[in-house]
């Protein structure tokens, strides 16, 4: 999608974000044209990418990844134990973007679901061969909300709203019930759907909240937008240089409101740049000439 150049006012407007994510101050951000995919990269489209290149992802090269407790599909001889401090995350051998809950799970099965299990130096390695590059954080963020500045989601301010004929309308794939135990499924899907699932935003953009994490171009520090409301209107930011890890943006099928109320249109989170999970891909921006801001 092509998107036209346009300021925008980035950040929490509604000021509930995490205090450790650094959402606020909310700062303004001018961009140059650009353009971005409207769907994150799918199992089909990175199999091309392997299949060109014999690739190898950093799951596949660690032997294991993370998998969602409840979408094991693995032998238990192949649970290697939960992560500290998120028992929910299993570390499961044989888990990667083929095989993304585990070796009883094939891509060819969901291949236009978004690709999973790839770290944001795989996300690069995809980018160069395909010719292409990771949006920016405020890229991504611009385009997310579709036109529509300070919503909370692409489509309003409620999460879930009523539609024409009276019943609550899903517009993303999130977390129902009691996490992380119990989901209803009341959205369709217990882990990832379809990149082209829900309707999408003004922009023509799928999926900017829930379904999986995104990597984004920029280093992950949260005192970065304080420096950017101090130095007034920021022309196509490049995030901060150095962080604690890179951003990651728009939530996913595990986010809930009880621990991660994270599928927001301003909320941000980071992993280090080797790490990979079952609910982490990614989408692609061209690689465009630098313009001159209107």
């Given amino acids: ?44 489209e990175f199999a ?19 998998v969602f407790h409840l979408a094991v599909q693995a032998p238990r001889v192949d649970i290697l134990g939960p992560a500290a ?8 051998r044989g888990a990667d973007w083929a095989h993304p809950a585990g070796q009883g799970s094939r891509w060819q099965d969901i291949p236009d679901h978004p690709v999973t299990q790839v770290s944001h130096n ?10 292409r590059r990771l949006p920016t954080e405020a890229q991504w963020e611009y385009a997310a909300r579709g036109g529509s500045p300070g919503s909370r989601y692409p489509w309003g301010d409620d999460l879930v709203p ?32 379809p990149v082209y699932s829900y309707s999408p935003n003004g922009f023509g953009l799928y999926q900017t909240s829930g379904n999986v994490w995104e990597w984004c171009h920029d280093w992950f520090l949260p005192k970065y937008y304080r420096t950017c409301a101090t130095a007034g209107t920021i022309a196509n930011p490049q995030g901060p240089t150095i962080g604690r890890g890179r951003v990651m943006r728009g939530g996913s099928y595990l986010c809930h409101e009880s621990y991660c109320n994270r599928y927001r249109l301003a909320a941000r989170s980071s992993n280090t740049p080797d790490s990979a999970s079952g609910n982490c891909g990614f989408r692609t921006a061209a690689v465009e000439p630098v313009q001159a801001l209107p």
């Avoid at 091309?48 to 993370?66: C, I, M, N, Q, Y």
């Avoid at 401090?85 to 299993?90: E, F, I, S, Y």
């Avoid at 899903?170 to 499924?185: K, S, V």
């Fill in 162 to 193: 009523t539609g024409p004929g009276g019943q609550p309308e899903h517009h993303c794939n999130i977390w129902q019930g009691t996490f992380p135990t119990e989901n209803t499924l009341d959205d369709g899907y217990l882990t990832t759907a």
């Fill in 1 to 44: 999608m092509h998107l036209p150049a346009g300021e925008f006012a980035m950040g929490d407007p509604f000021d509930e974000g995490y205090g450790g994510d650094g959402e606020t101050p909310v700062h303004r951000v001018r961009l140059t044209a650009f353009s971005i995919a409207a769907a994150t990269v799918t199992n089909a």
């Fill in 122 to 131: 795989d996300a690069l390695a995809y980018c160069a061969w395909a010719g």
């Fill in 85 to 92: 401090g998120t028992p929910w995350w299993l570390n499961v």
């Fill in 48 to 66: 091309r990418f392997v299949s060109s290149t014999d690739f190898r992802t950093e799951s596949e090269l660690f032997g294991s990844s993370a």
